[in-house]
């Protein structure tokens, strides 16, 4: 036997067998805290989501038959939301990828891509004509994922963050110092 043979042989072995099926309500709490070691606020601000408890139980609430996790012997090691979007006035459905994450071990092992086909497709038997993505213009290796996926033509989209702890640290000296005039 050839040593690339061998080699193929031992990936194939250590490659882990993930199932991916639909997430229950007792997956929140794993995919919560899978979620909070990967999307942290100071890696990752956003103007209209940030990952906390209410994310992932609105998400799951609204949308469950679009919220999926993939197990490798009964451990959950990855997980995405979706939703579909109808827009008034348009026959197209659009599929929207809100989140997805992965264990840190098991990425690059093809356990995105399983849990993206998989959204996929049931978005395809949804009538969704068009799926959309976003995340960080400088998060390379999901822009690299998503390009495999077959997304293209990004669109740039700005927005600015002001940290207003200092103010109000001001605001609340104030309000301490009107209170005690009173």
């Known amino acids: 036997m050839t040593e690339n043979k061998i080699n193929n042989q031992e990936k194939k072995k250590k490659s882990p067998l993930i199932t991916i099926r639909r997430m229950t309500i007792d997956d929140i709490a794993s995919v919560f805290h899978l979620g909070e070691k990967l999307f942290t606020?100071?890696?990752s601000p956003n103007l209209y989501r940030t990952w906390d408890e209410y994310e992932?139980?609105?998400?799951?609430?609204?949308?469950?038959?679009?919220?999926?996790?993939?197990?490798d012997d009964d451990e959950i090691v990855g997980f995405l939301m979706g939703t579909i979007i109808a827009k008034r006035h348009s026959s197209w459905r659009y599929g929207y990828l809100i989140w997805l994450g992965v264990t840190p071990s098991y990425q690059s092992k093809g356990v995105a891509s399983r849990l993206f086909f998989h959204f996929r497709n049931i978005m395809?038997?949804?009538g969704v004509r068009m799926l959309l993505v976003d995340t960080e213009a400088d998060n390379l290796s999901a822009l690299r994922f998503f390009e495999k996926m077959g997304f293209e033509k990004p669109k740039k989209h700005i927005y600015l963050s002001l940290n207003l702890d200092s103010a109000h640290t001001i605001y609340k000296e104030k309000e301490k110092k009107k209170n005690h005039k009173e």
């Open 41 to 43: 606020l100071e890696i």
């Open 56 to 71: 992932v139980i609105s998400n799951f609430q609204s949308d469950q038959e679009f919220c999926f996790v993939a197990e």
């Open 124 to 126: 395809i038997k949804n």
